[in-house]
């Protein structure tokens, strides 16, 4: 009994003693743990690089399972890693996209929790490289591989490279209009309208004022230089963008502004001729608008200047035409102006052309000719005076014929080169051929079988032949087998012609056998 009682004491005292220590340590150990600093782990401590060839992953950094899902798998990393980081920035598919096809290179912001990110892909070769990095808030520096770095320098170096040489004038300004960039185009044009001077020292002398407030789009300005020239410039301006800053570009008109100025010169040096021509002149362009117009054709047509000057249609010009009775009528007037509008035979034939016998009496010759550009030049010229003329030679010509058919003489005549011009019924009675040959040679052998032999045929031939410029009229008698004879007159004609004329002899001679050999007596 005592010595259960002694052992319970002893295992009592044993655990007071451990609730003693125990409560000693809670009591004297430090209280709130939470107000200890907790330890920040940076997933982005270090710049994780991915290097893709043909959308394979071939190296990769460490640490990247918070991107793409380890074990990595390298054929699906480029999607993978899409995907991660279109959670952290906006357009990462489409940069992405531009990188891989065009080689184009991207730099993008987003945030992972609290931090930054930077995103930057970049084109090595046959390799695409994406660098992730943190851009701390607190520090103005930007985790970045050396490799990207270098890319993205030669990029910024080609970009003003390309910028300088570039021969449009190309510069920034801010909401107040200060020029705060300008490539070496717009330099080039400062130092020589402004001086040296113009090119120390920002912001930029401004070649065109007011470009801060002006319109977006496209506008012509003009600018002087010291020497007093003037330059014309094609000003593009675009809308401000997040930081209210313009990006403005000029285009050099100079050239446009001078084959303007000479075409101009051109068009008044063509007003000045067509303004003396006679033939009325009618220039429509590709709308078929009058564009251009003498006053010949004011005068031929009667149509007023002012009205002209409105620049009508082409068949509102005829229409006016009509009205003053100085065209043809048609029996189908609508069809035959929409036919001469459309100037379809003028497209198919290459020039359309048609002679207008007016009422009055007075006839025009009407041309319309195609252009290149679409435009058609309707020309009208007053043939009147020529119609008469030919008119009246006609006359005279069927007055002169009719003479020749009357007379019994057989007549034929000859051009110089021995071609048969006329001849009268009574020479191709003579030759007893419904018509003559149409040459002198020809037509001499039928004559000569309705005659004696007689060296008079080679005679005329010689004669023929020779130079008719001294050559003097003679005359030769011809005898038939009947005993009827005619005399043969051979008259030389102005320009190397010949006539022929064989005149009726009344009266008959005796028959012979040989040739006659008459001495011919000249005509005077």
């Known amino acids: 009994m005592p010595a259960l009682a002694v052992t319970m004491l002893a295992g009592l005292g044993g655990a007071a003693a451990g609730l003693l220590a125990l409560a000693y340590m809670v009591w004297f150990a430090p209280r709130g743990r939470s107000d200890l600093p907790s330890i920040a782990t940076d997933a982005l401590s270090e710049p994780r690089q991915f290097l893709f060839r043909n959308g394979y992953l071939v190296e990769h950094s460490e640490n990247i399972a918070f991107l793409v899902p380890t074990p990595v798998d390298n054929l699906k990393a480029w999607v993978q890693l899409i995907d991660a980081l279109s959670d952290m920035a906006d357009g990462v598919e489409e940069a992405f996209s531009e990188l891989q096809d065009s080689g184009r290179s991207f730099r993008l912001t987003g945030t992972l929790g609290r931090d930054q990110v930077l995103i930057i892909g970049v084109r090595q070769g046959d390799d695409l490289r994406i660098t992730v990095a943190s851009a701390e808030t607190s520090q103005t520096s930007m985790r970045i591989d050396t490799a990207s770095l270098k890319v993205l320098e030669e990029d910024a170096h080609l970009l003003t490279r390309s910028s300088d040489t570039n021969p449009t004038l190309s510069w920034v300004v801010d909401a107040e209009g200060r020029v705060i960039w300008c490539n070496a185009a717009y330099l080039g ?47 593009t301006t675009t809308a401000p963008d997040a930081r209210d800053l313009r990006h403005m570009h000029a285009l050099s008109l100079d050239a446009v502004i001078s084959a ?37 054709l004011m005068d031929m047509t009667g ?19 009509r009205d003053h009775r100085k065209l043809p009528e048609p029996r189908d007037y609508k069809a035959w102006r929409d036919g001469l509008s459309d100037l379809s035979r003028v497209d198919a034939g290459g020039t359309y052309s048609e002679t207008w016998t007016l009422p009055n009496g007075q006839t025009y010759c009407v041309t ?19 119609v008469s003329a030919n008119r009246a030679h006609r006359e005279e010509v069927e007055a ?10 057989a007549l034929a005549v000859f051009s110089a080169g021995g071609t048969r011009i006329t001849a009268n019924a009574a020479a191709r009675h ?9 040459t002198f040679d020809a037509c001499l052998k039928v004559w000569a079988a309705r005659f004696r032999p007689s060296p008079v045929w080679g005679d005329l031939r010689s004669f023929a032949k020779a130079p008719m410029a001294e050559a003097v009229a003679w005359e030769e008698t011809l005898h038939c087998d009947a005993g009827m004879h005619r005399t043969l007159r051979v008259q030389p004609l102005r320009g190397g012609g010949l006539a022929l004329s064989f005149a009726l002899s009344t009266g008959t001679l005796a028959p012979v056998s040989d040739p006659v050999d008459v001495d011919r007596t000249p005509v005077s």
């Open 189 to 235: 044009l400062a130092i020589r309208c402004a001086g040296p001077d113009a090119a120390r020292g920002w912001p930029m002398v401004a070649l065109f004022p007011d470009e801060g407030g002006a319109p977006v789009g496209t506008s012509r300005r003009r600018v002087e230089d010291r020497e007093g020239t003037g330059h014309w410039f094609e000003i």
């Open 430 to 438: 003579l030759a007893a051929v419904p018509d003559l040959p149409e």
């Open 368 to 386: 319309g000719r195609p252009q290149a550009d679409g435009a058609v030049a309707l020309m009208l010229e007053d043939v009147s005076a020529d």
């Open 303 to 321: 149509l007023d200047g002012s009205w002209l000057s409105r620049r009508p249609k082409l068949e509102d010009f005829f229409d006016a035409l």
């Open 260 to 296: 303007e100025d000479n075409l101009r010169t051109f068009i008044q040096t063509l007003t000045k001729t067509f303004a003396y021509l006679p033939t009325g002149l009618a220039i429509f362009d590709r709308d078929r608008t009058l564009a251009m117009f003498n006053p010949a």
């Open 400 to 409: 002169l014929c009719g003479a020749l058919e009357a007379t019994d003489d």
